[in-house]
């Protein structure tokens, strides 16, 4: 009767271990995504597309990826963005913590590409030349649908389990086995 009973919960748990194993909940939660964005600038003394103060404002959202296209209608430039906020430098060279272009000139075009996976905020993109060619950077915090997700106790906490119980009915019926055993050799 006992021995009965331990083979139906074994067999209980074995099945609940094997669904719980089958079961589709390793799907991960869905990455934040973001989207490929072109970006085309032209480089002049007087400012980003020939523009004056202010230069034309990017924004973005966190995730993107910008692929800025880059031209010169005058002079040699090179675009860099403020990932590290400790302001514009108009040095002529990329000063490091910064993302930037190569140069570019009429004629010799370059490009630069971005993947936004720095903080929500307000940056500073410039030309590492001239004081005149800067501009803001936003980039906006990225939303899935506007709603936060949930996390689902189960889909992680499924996986464990199910194997435990699988380790369980596999103890068990080992017992049981060798309990059996033991009973026929007397
Ligand atoms: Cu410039």
Do not use: E
């Not at 800025?68 to 906020?85: G, N, P, R, W, Y």
């Not at 590409?113 to 410039?126: D, E, L, W």
């Amino acid at each position: 009767m006992v021995d009965r009973r331990l083979s139906i919960m074994v067999l209980s748990a074995l099945l609940l271990g094997g669904a719980i194993l089958a079961s589709d909940n390793l799907t991960p939660l869905p990455r934040v995504h973001g989207a490929n964005v072109s970006i085309s600038l032209v480089g002049t003394l007087s400012g980003w597309n020939s523009s004056t103060t202010p230069n034309p404002k990017i924004t973005v959202n966190q995730g993107d990826v910008v692929t800025i296209s880059l031209s010169s209608l005058d002079t040699t430039h090179q675009f860099a963005l403020d990932v590290d906020k400790d302001g514009a430098k108009f040095t002529g060279s990329c000063s490091s913590g910064d993302t930037c272009s190569g140069l570019f000139a009429p004629g010799a075009p370059a490009s630069v590409m971005i993947s936004v996976n720095f903080a929500p905020g307000t940056y500073t993109y410039f030309c590492t030349f001239h004081s005149t060619m800067v501009g803001s950077f936003v980039v906006n915090s990225s939303t899935v649908g506007g709603t936060a997700l949930t996390p689902d106790i189960w889909s992680l906490i499924g996986p464990y389990l199910g194997l435990a119980m699988v380790l369980v009915a596999v103890v068990a019926t080992a017992a049981y086995v060798r309990r059996n055993r033991r009973k026929q050799a007397k």
